[in-house]
């Protein structure tokens, strides 16, 4: 017998679940002594490598004190691939830390210039990669 592939439902709630966690600041190894488990089992729920039960779904939820449904959020819809690319993003630690503080700048003046200074080097990483070669 085949062991069963995670579907994209699988991952979307991993990745969820791991969004969920660094936003609430916690380490996998946190998460997992939370809800009774090794890290490396959190590891494999976040990538989307083992299935999560409802019973644990319900659990994850608890401690990360969200509603459960905030775990199938981009799942499916419309909006679809625009969602998942923005959740994917936010699944990065970086990422997330940037938007944090991002958030926290109240001056519109200085968000704009900020914003358009990450602009301008991420415009800029592609040319400096194509003198290097």
Do not use: Y
């Not at 959020?73 to 419309?78: F, L, N, T, Y």
Request: net charge positive.
């Amino acid at each position: 017998m085949r062991p069963r592939r995670p579907t994209s439902i699988d991952v979307a709630v991993g990745r969820n679940v791991r969004i969920r966690r660094l936003a609430k600041g916690l380490s996998q190894s946190q998460l997992a002594k939370r809800l009774g488990l090794s890290f490396q089992q959190v590891q494999k729920c976040e990538v989307g490598a083992g299935r999560i039960g409802s019973g644990r779904l319900v659990r994850i939820a608890q401690v990360l004190e969200i509603p459960v449904a905030v775990l199938f959020e981009g799942v499916d819809g419309p909006a679809k691939a625009r969602t998942q690319t923005l959740l994917r993003l936010l699944a990065d630690a970086r990422a997330l830390r940037l938007a944090q503080a991002f958030a926290a700048i109240k001056d519109v003046g200085l968000r704009l210039s900020i914003a358009g200074l990450v602009e301008e080097v991420a415009a800029a990483i592609p040319r400096r990669r194509r003198r290097r070669k």
